[in-house]
């Protein structure tokens, strides 16, 4: 029988968080979402996406990053299977 894998981190992250009042009317959509990268797969994301857009910002979050023109773009190739190869 084999071994199992050993357990990894997986982080979460939430987007329109309006603090403990999860009803509140400028709250009409909550989302959680997480992804099971290992820290290099996401290093090399990281790297990638920043080097071919020019990116210097300490984090690729969506809301500075939506401010660009080429935000669709940006997205797509972050969200494909081979972005980071």
């Given at each position: 029988?084999?071994?199992?894998s050993?357990?990894?981190l997986?982080s979460?992250?939430e ?5 403990p009042?999860l ?11 997480s ?14 996406t920043?080097?071919?857009?020019h990116?210097q910002?300490?984090e ?6 939506r ?11 972050i ?6 190869g």
């Amino acid at each position: 029988m084999s071994q199992p894998s050993p357990p990894r981190l997986i982080s979460c992250d939430e987007a329109g968080y309006t603090g403990p009042k999860l009803l509140d009317d400028d709250q009409p959509y909550f989302a959680y979402a997480s992804l099971d990268l290992t820290p290099e797969e996401a290093s090399e994301i990281v790297s990638a996406t920043r080097k071919k857009y020019h990116i210097q910002a300490p984090e690729l979050k969506a809301g500075l990053l939506r401010k660009r023109e080429n935000w669709p773009e940006i997205a797509l190739d972050i969200l494909a299977p081979s972005s980071s190869g």
